[in-house]
């Protein structure tokens, strides 16, 4: 259970406060635009090397983006699994190809409606200049490759079945295939190939020739579904997560986690179930799991108390007991109505060597040292200003919001999301008193406060926007402090090796650098 | 354009298709591969159909699966041996294609056809070849080299074969765990190549590596290469470099680790031999049996009466029959039901005395098991136990044992006991049989589900077998049709069924005089579907009868049906009718 040495203070000088500066939007919003419910993203994930980010919506559809200002994109194994880059230049990505992954389904058995939306992507394992992925919704998680193909054209068959002869290069297979197929349906019947003992001349038949394939220089890219893992799971799917020996995976959900090898869709092994023999005994739910990022048999799990479990898939088969609990004694007399609430851890995330582990809660973003289950490192809050507020926020169900939260690729920074598009960076080197409040638009420092305790002051204009936007739940308070319920920002990830966020408000990707 | 002769039609149609648009045409032109290139030529099939293939490589899995496949078994089409390093281009490629099966294939056919090619097309290309995929820049190739050196190695130069070992060393510590799973799974193999002295300096020093790597996947698969490669070791050397690494094993963090020395543990004492397998195993064994994971326990449960035959009779009775006995209790009833399904063969190994004074017991208090498939599969085995002290011993508790299965609410375990119930009446013997579970057999054939009836028909049959007709005739049978009357048309539907069983096993004589009445008598029901069974029963009985009964009475109640309101029962009526008429004519 050793984490190895993070490198969370990169020396002793307590680190800069980061500058952040807009990089790019994907699917910008223009003024008075309505969102329509399918393009909210719902998903956001670089791959490992940081040259690839894939987003996930609600409509169920998958959009990668590449990197474009890394020297070679195709560039070798070596270079693309080293992410290290000396280059200067922040990280731009461009649109490379969308695909549908999901659609959405009823499951008659239990007259059940499944969403399309896609609830997470994983990146696997990148093998002869594919990428491959994992992208799960509430039930079904798949198994996506995307490949560069080049577009080839086939000519010069045996046999002409237009007779139009043109030009012979130009007549594409798909032209030529139909014939053979409407003559006699499936070939096996309607031919009497030459049996075994049919005797061919010993210098075989010159009239007969092979189809010659023109390849272009065009390239089309191609996602396919390789394999479905499906039926495994009674309630919704909240994570998956890859397992650092490349062939295995974990899903979970509200009770259970099951491990999938990747190349076999049709069984799973149930390692954690905290499902209780009656369910009138239910106090708690399983809410993130992620695997260690090198320890192949260590993964943890968040629950909506609050507690973060770290097991040892090495024990036993059924891992019921856990190896490491991590929680914070509550302070004495705080207990409120809403206390078990806003506990409930709604992401997890290993810091890249694994010794950390990140966690947000409803109101902050806490981190744990896993040799140390006495408490937090350092805790961070992340919209303290909200505390007052949180009958509203039962009332509007806000306070269920699930933020996601993430890490710098060097561990000296996390990252989490909050209301009113807005999104916050923590330094948590010791020392640090970085605490920065950023909006996702085109600037995302005009709004930025000071000091970090103080509840974040709105300006006239956002403000404005904000009602433009025709947004019913608008909260703005006697003192003018406006948390827009519905512009959350959820989903956010931190590129591995740089200093570059993406986060998704609404429809559109915001990235930015510092 | 080429227009083709009429008779080529179907060839060239065939290498069209191989870029046809649909799969299945796809698929259907390269399973004929063969054809193509027999029709093309030797020639034109190295040096166009192969290249031709080499350069579509991006096509789906299945055909790219299927093109593996057939390549593996191309070199007469190639113009044989000589010409065989022709086909390794487009293997190459298909070694490195990120489908797992694919891969696999293609590094078979590989192997299959490096297996054939002359030593120096295998210095030329093979080794060439081995070389390259080990050197892949993606993991996938890297991966399907390891299958391939132990075709590469034996023909190899002194000074290629030590860059061969050292290759190897390489994959076995590459950043890949794929790479290195492959590694240590081909790892046997490969050592089975390699001289002894490099095999003892080499090869175990990977070994070694593999062994304490990171990733339980590739210890456990490291496991299987400690069975292997105590094979090929010396003996001293096997004690000296294996024993202690399986020791190891047995306690790895790793339940799934130990699962697999529990699974290889017959294997790896083989590789180690009696002596060490007694002084070392046994303790690591005796672990096993108590692991806290249930499945290790299960795998090592499994493996008891295997072990134990290596043993002594007293270290088995010293050291592992504790064990078995708190087995016996353990909380997991897979665990029980694992050891249930072995334990009887170590009744033989124990002998007569020990069976009946520690065996014994264990045997009963699983026969008592709340759980079926305990029950069961003790009395799947009791044949071998007994061989060594009699059944009667047993036979007090079997019964209600047999009773209580025989009731069972899940249809599953009645079907289960009764396919072993021909079984115990042989070894308990006639008496027995007639005493306690002749009424059970007939209480099935009246069971709510068809799948017991039906296998409770059966068992009938069986029976008559077993004890012959004369006692079929004074203890079953008389039961059995006394069912006919049943007042529900499912059961005697049944017993139509044992009947027709029945038959061909008690004769004709039994047949006619006592079975077929009951037949035409059941040709009156007034359920059509009896009707229509009495025929397709009258229809099985016309071979074994005499021909006079079936002018007198089989052909009168056929003939009758035939003209029957019901279109299935006239159906069945004049198909039996037919078949009579033929059964006539060829006799």
Request: hydrophobic letters at 40%; one cysteine or more; charged letters at 25%.
């Given at each position: 259970m050793n984490g190895g040495d993070d490198v969370v203070v990169a020396s002793e000088e307590p680190l800069q406060p980061l500058e952040w500066k807009f990089s790019q939007v994907f699917g910008e919003r223009a003024a008075g635009e309505e969102v329509q419910e399918v393009d909210i993203i719902s998903a956001i994930e670089f791959d490992k090397s940081g040259n690839h980010l894939a987003t996930g919506d609600r409509g169920g559809r998958v959009v990668l983006f590449e990197r474009t200002d890394s020297k070679d994109q195709h560039g070798s194994r070596r270079d693309l699994e080293s992410t290290d880059y000396s280059s200067s230049r922040h990280p731009e990505f461009r649109y490379k190809t969308e695909f549908q992954s999901h659609e959405p389904e009823f499951d008659y058995l239990k007259s059940l409606e499944i969403e399309e939306k896609i609830n997470k992507i994983k990146w696997c394992q990148t093998a002869n200049g594919s990428v491959f992925l994992l992208s799960t919704n509430d039930k079904t998680i798949k198994f996506w490759k995307v490949q560069e193909k080049k577009v080839k054209k086939i000519s010069d068959m045996n046999i002409d079945p237009s007779k139009a002869i043109g030009n012979g290069s130009s007549s594409s297979n798909s032209n030529s295939s139909k014939p053979h197929l409407a003559n006699g349906g499936s070939s096996d019947k309607s031919y009497n190939y030459p049996s075994n003992d049919f005797s061919f001349p010993p210098g075989g038949l010159p009239s007969l020739r092979l189809p010659s394939v023109v390849v272009s220089h065009e390239t089309s890219l191609l996602a396919r579904c390789r394999r479905v893992y499906a039926h495994a799971h009674d309630y919704h799917i909240n994570s998956i997560s890859n397992n650092s020996d490349g062939e295995t995976f974990i899903s979970a959900d509200d009770l259970r986690i099951n491990l999938w090898n990747l190349e076999i869709s049709n069984q799973s092994f149930n390692i954690v179930d905290v499902k209780p023999t009656n369910m009138e005994d239910l106090t708690e739910v399983i809410t993130s799991a992620e695997f260690h990022p090198t320890h192949c048999n260590?993964?943890?799990?968040?629950?909506?108390?609050?507690?973060?479990?770290?097991?040892?898939?090495?024990?036993?088969?059924?891992?019921?007991?856990?190896?490491?609990?991590?929680?914070?004694?509550?302070?004495?007399?705080?207990?409120?109505?809403?206390?078990?609430?806003?506990?409930?851890?709604?992401?997890?995330?290993?810091?890249?060597?694994?010794?950390?582990?990140?966690?947000?809660?409803?109101?902050?973003?806490?981190?744990?040292?896993?040799?140390?289950?006495?408490?937090?490192?350092?805790?961070?809050?992340?919209?303290?200003?909200?505390?007052?507020?949180?009958?509203?926020?039962?009332?509007?169900?806000?306070?269920?919001?699930?933020?996601?939260?993430?890490?710098?690729?060097?561990?000296?920074?996390?990252?989490?999301?909050?209301?009113?598009?807005?999104?916050?960076?923590?330094?948590?080197?010791?020392?640090?008193?970085?605490?920065?409040?950023?909006?996702?638009?085109?600037?995302?420092?005009?709004?930025?406060?000071?000091?970090?305790?103080?509840?974040?002051?709105?300006?006239?204009?956002?403000?404005?926007?904000?009602?433009?936007?025709?947004?019913?739940?608008?909260?703005?308070?006697?003192?003018?402090?406006?948390?827009?319920?519905?512009?959350?920002?959820?989903?956010?990830?931190?590129?591995?090796?740089?200093?570059?966020?993406?986060?998704?408000?609404?429809n559109s990707l915001y990235m930015y650098y510092a | 354009m080429a227009m083709v002769d009429q008779p080529l039609y179907p060839i060239a149609v065939l290498i069209d298709e191989l870029k046809n648009e649909d799969i299945q045409l796809r698929l259907n032109s390269i399973r004929r591969l063969s054809t193509i290139a027999r029709a093309l030529g030797e020639e034109r099939t190295r040096k166009e159909l192969i290249p031709f293939l080499s350069e579509n490589n991006d096509d789906?899995?299945?055909?790219?699966?299927?093109?593996?496949?057939?390549?593996?078994?191309?070199?007469?089409?190639?113009?044989?041996?000589?010409?065989?390093?022709?086909?390794?281009?487009?293997?190459?490629?298909?070694?490195?294609?990120?489908?797992?099966?694919?891969?696999?294939?293609?590094?078979?056919?590989?192997?299959?056809?490096?297996?054939?090619?002359?030593?120096?097309?295998?210095?030329?290309?093979?080794?060439?070849?081995?070389?390259?995929?080990?050197?892949?820049?993606?993991?996938?190739?890297?991966?399907?080299?390891?299958?391939?050196?132990?075709?590469?190695?034996?023909?190899?130069?002194?000074?290629?074969?030590?860059?061969?070992?050292?290759?190897?060393?390489?994959?076995?510590?590459?950043?890949?765990?794929?790479?290195?799973?492959?590694?240590?799974?081909?790892?046997?193999?490969?050592?089975?190549?390699?001289?002894?002295?490099?095999?003892?300096?080499?090869?175990?020093?990977?070994?070694?590596?593999?062994?304490?790597?990171?990733?339980?996947?590739?210890?456990?698969?490291?496991?299987?290469?400690?069975?292997?490669?105590?094979?090929?070791?010396?003996?001293?050397?096997?004690?000296?470099?294996?024993?202690?690494?399986?020791?190891?094993?047995?306690?790895?963090?790793?339940?799934?680790?130990?699962?697999?020395?529990?699974?290889?543990?017959?294997?790896?004492?083989?590789?180690?031999?009696?002596?060490?397998?007694?002084?070392?195993?046994?303790?690591?064994?005796?672990?096993?049996?108590?692991?806290?994971?249930?499945?290790?326990?299960?795998?090592?449960?499994?493996?008891?009466?295997?072990?134990?035959?290596?043993?002594?009779?007293?270290?088995a009775i010293q050291h592992i029959l504790p064990c078995v006995k708190e087995l016996s209790t353990d909380s997991s009833q897979h665990v029980r039901s694992a050891l249930a399904s072995v334990i009887m063969g170590m009744a033989p190994v124990l002998g007569k005395d020990a069976t009946i004074e520690q065996l014994l017991p264990i045997f009963l208090s699983l026969l008592k098991d709340e759980f079926p498939d305990v029950r069961l599969n003790i009395i799947s085995k009791l044949d071998q136990v007994n061989q060594v002290i009699g059944i009667d011993l047993l036979s007090q508790s079997l019964l209600p044992a047999i009773v209580e299965l025989a009731e069972d609410r899940h249809w599953r375990v009645r079907l289960a006991i009764i396919e072993y119930i021909p079984l115990l009446a042989s070894q308990l013997g006639v008496g027995f049989?007639?005493?306690?579970?002749?009424?059970?057999?007939?209480?099935?054939?009246?069971?709510?589900?068809?799948?017991?009836?039906?296998?409770?028909?059966?068992?009938?049959?069986?029976?008559?077998?077993?004890?012959?007709?004369?006692?079929?005739?004074?203890?079953?049978?008389?039961?059995?049709?006394?069912?006919?009357?049943?007042?529900?048309?499912?059961?005697?539907?049944?017993?139509?069924?044992?009947?027709?069983?029945?038959?061909?096993?008690?004769?004709?004589?039994?047949?006619?005089?006592?079975?077929?009445?009951?037949?035409?008598?059941?040709?009156?029901?007034?359920?059509?579907?009896?009707?229509?069974?009495?025929?397709?029963?009258?229809?099985?009985?016309?071979?074994?009868?005499?021909?006079?009964?079936?002018?007198?009475?089989?052909?009168?109640?056929?003939?009758?049906?035939?003209?029957?309101?019901d279109v299935d029962v006239r159906f069945f009526a004049s198909q039996a009718l037919q078949s009579s008429d033929q059964v006539k004519m060829s006799s």
């Open positions: 260590t993964l943890a799990y968040s629950s909506s108390k609050g507690s973060i479990r770290l097991i040892d898939l090495r024990q036993s088969a059924l891992c019921d007991s856990h190896a490491k609990l991590f929680e914070e004694q509550e302070a004495p007399g705080s207990r409120s109505f809403f206390t078990e609430i806003i506990a409930s851890i709604s992401d997890i995330k290993f810091a890249k060597e694994g010794r950390y582990i990140l966690s947000r809660d409803y109101m902050t973003l806490k981190l744990w040292d896993i040799n140390m289950d006495s408490g937090p490192v350092s805790t961070f809050r992340v919209h303290e200003y909200l505390r007052p507020k949180l009958c509203d926020l039962y009332e509007n169900d806000s306070i269920f919001d699930k933020f996601e939260c993430c890490l710098s690729g060097d561990g000296s920074r996390v990252s989490t999301g909050s209301y009113s598009n807005l999104f916050r960076v923590f330094g948590c080197a010791p020392g640090s008193t970085e605490a920065t409040t950023l909006e996702a638009s085109k600037n995302p420092t005009r709004r930025q406060v000071p000091t970090p305790s103080r509840p974040s002051r709105s300006l006239g204009n956002s403000l404005t926007r904000v009602v433009r936007r025709g947004a019913e739940n608008t909260g703005v308070d006697a003192n003018g402090n406006s948390f827009d319920f519905t512009t959350k920002l959820l989903h956010l990830a931190w590129h591995p090796s740089e200093n570059s966020i993406a986060c998704a408000a609404a | 789906d899995d299945e055909v790219l699966l299927a093109t593996a496949e057939e390549l593996g078994v191309f070199v007469p089409y190639v113009g044989g041996v000589e010409h065989a390093s022709v086909l390794l281009p487009p293997l190459e490629t298909l070694c490195t294609v990120e489908e797992t099966c694919v891969r696999d294939k293609s590094v078979e056919s590989l192997c299959r056809i490096g297996a054939q090619m002359r030593e120096q097309d295998l210095v030329d290309h093979f080794i060439p070849l081995v070389k390259r995929l080990a050197s892949g820049e993606w993991f996938t190739a890297r991966v399907s080299s390891c299958g391939l050196f132990h075709i590469a190695y034996p023909s190899a130069p002194e000074a290629l074969k030590t860059e061969l070992r050292t290759i190897y060393g390489q994959l076995c510590q590459d950043d890949m765990p794929m790479v290195r799973r492959s590694a240590a799974t081909n790892l046997g193999k490969f050592a089975a190549t390699v001289e002894a002295a490099h095999l003892k300096t080499d090869i175990m020093s990977v070994f070694d590596d593999l062994t304490q790597d990171d990733q339980d996947s590739v210890r456990l698969l490291a496991v299987e290469g400690c069975a292997a490669l105590g094979k090929l070791l010396e003996p001293q050397d096997c004690v000296a470099h294996i024993l202690p690494v399986i020791v190891n094993f047995s306690q790895d963090k790793s339940w799934r680790v130990r699962y697999m020395v529990a699974n290889q543990l017959y294997e790896l004492c083989e590789a180690v031999g009696p002596d060490s397998t007694k002084t070392e195993l046994v303790p690591a064994y005796v672990r096993l049996l108590r692991d806290n994971e249930a499945e290790v326990r299960i795998a090592a449960a499994g493996k008891v009466t295997k072990f134990s035959r290596i043993l002594s009779p007293e270290l049989f007639d005493d306690k579970l002749g009424a059970l057999c007939m209480q099935w054939l009246k069971d709510k589900v068809y799948s017991i009836r039906d296998a409770a028909a059966n068992n009938v049959k069986r029976l008559a077998e077993e004890f012959g007709p004369e006692w079929a005739m004074q203890h079953i049978i008389p039961q059995v049709l006394d069912m006919i009357n049943d007042p529900h048309y499912l059961y005697r539907m049944t017993i139509l069924h044992a009947i027709s069983l029945l038959a061909p096993v008690l004769g004709s004589e039994i047949t006619s005089t006592n079975l077929l009445p009951l037949v035409v008598n059941a040709a009156k029901d007034r359920v059509p579907n009896i009707k229509f069974n009495v025929a397709k029963v009258l229809q099985s009985i016309i071979p074994i009868v005499e021909e006079s009964v079936v002018e007198s009475t089989i052909k009168p109640c056929l003939v009758e049906l035939s003209e029957d309101p």
